[in-house]
């Protein structure tokens, strides 16, 4: 029998190459062999976003947009947005009732949330609730596993939290979930840190050729090679793991100029751009034909909101029957 899945992204900026090699690649593979629901978490972003939601109708189009261009395919998964089918907010508001403040508050992924962005006002009782609205968000759909990275499995292990408590006030509802741990292949943003929305470090999937090339040019080097005539170290050298994760064919070549300072970093800056564009070329193609005309798009995620209420729906009858609720 397939398994299901689920997992869901926060439309807060655009996609870019860390989500491509973070979660996409995976989630395509997936997608052959198992049930998939893919979630566009608006609800999630608000949370965060909702005193400045301006971009929110953009990036949320883009997102799903984003996915099938990367080769999410609609008729295979199911792709939605998680506004639209409400029943999310009334799991949520019926885990809400058990779930203790200490469970939340102690979250490691909000104390570093309230730090990170903090140009947000986050000190609000919805942005507490976040890992309880994504608890909603896979049980509700009874999904067994859950591909994520790293950094989400608190709110895995407080979905699990969650799954006990509630057969445990009102008899077996949910089963435990299971984190599929993405490894996430290194990819740093050009600024040599992590690859993140909130640096602007980031090398979106559809910036043009012209963008691409200003942001390569930026990219951070060996900090060891000053001159032409420096031997290079490509192991220290951001552009080197880009050439290895993207045309693994070049990277030799590449370690073999750089360390042996035949081709300087700013010809090997420029090979690189190339590089992106092309690997980029396809995905671009496809989502600015998805964007033109929306129709298509929005045909995918009506369709997809449908099938999503369906399960929603069922799941829902039981939780409502469990809970007392007539
Ligand atoms: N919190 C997730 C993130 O920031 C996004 C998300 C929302 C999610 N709901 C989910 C992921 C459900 C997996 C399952 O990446
Ligand atoms: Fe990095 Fe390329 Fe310069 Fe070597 S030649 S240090 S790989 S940019």
């Known amino acids: ?7 869901g992204m926060r439309p807060t900026g655009p996609l870019h190459l860390g989500h491509l090699f973070g979660a996409l690649d995976n989630w395509i ?4 062999e198992n049930e998939c629901f893919f979630m566009v978490a608006d609800w999630h972003a608000l949370m965060s976003e909702y005193g400045e939601p301006s971009k929110l109708p953009q990036y949320t189009i883009e997102c799903a947009a984003d996915w099938i261009a990367s080769g999410i395919d609609p008729k295979k998964s199911t792709i939605f947005i998680q506004s639209h089918v409400p029943q999310h907010l009334e799991l949520y508001m019926v885990f809400s009732n058990f779930v203790p403040l ?14 990170e962005l903090s140009s947000r006002h986050l000190h609000t009782y919805g942005f507490l609730g976040y890992p309880v609205l994504q608890a909603a968000d896979i049980l509700l759909y009874k999904a067994s596993a859950v ?6 499995l608190p709110h895995l292990e407080l979905t699990n939290d969650i799954v006990a408590k509630f057969n445990k006030l009102y008899g077996a509802t949910f089963k435990e979930i299971r984190p599929l741990l993405t490894k996430i292949p ?3 943003g050009v600024d040599g840190r992590k690859m993140s929305k ?8 559809g910036d043009s050729e012209k963008t691409i090339k200003e942001k390569c040019a930026q990219m951070f ?3 060891k090679r000053i001159k032409l005539s420096d031997k290079g170290h490509p192991d220290e050298c951001n552009l ?8 693994k064919k070049d990277a030799a070549g590449v370690y073999d100029y750089c360390s042996s300072a035949k081709v300087g970093c700013t010809e090997c800056k420029k090979n690189l751009a190339g590089v992106v564009s092309d690997y980029l070329a396809s995905i671009r193609k496809k989502r600015e034909k998805l964007l033109k005309d929306k129709g298509e798009i929005q045909n995918v995620l009506e369709k997809g909101a449908e099938k999503a209420s369906q399960v929603a729906s069922e799941t829902m009858a039981e939780v409502r029957k469990a809970v007392g609720l007539i």
Not at 240 to 247: D, T, W
């Open 221 to 223: 080097t060996d900090p």
């Open 102 to 115: 200490g469970w939340l508050e102690r979250c490691p992924t909000y104390k570093e949330q309230l730090r």
């Open 186 to 188: 290194k990819l740093l």
């Open 29 to 32: 593979k997936l997608q052959e």
């Open 240 to 247: 080197y793991s880009y050439y290895n994760l993207l045309k």
């Open 198 to 205: 909130s640096y602007g470090n980031f090398i979106a999937l």
């Open 147 to 152: 591909p994520v990275g790293k950094d989400q």
């Open 1 to 7: 029998m397939k398994k299901r899945i689920l997992s």
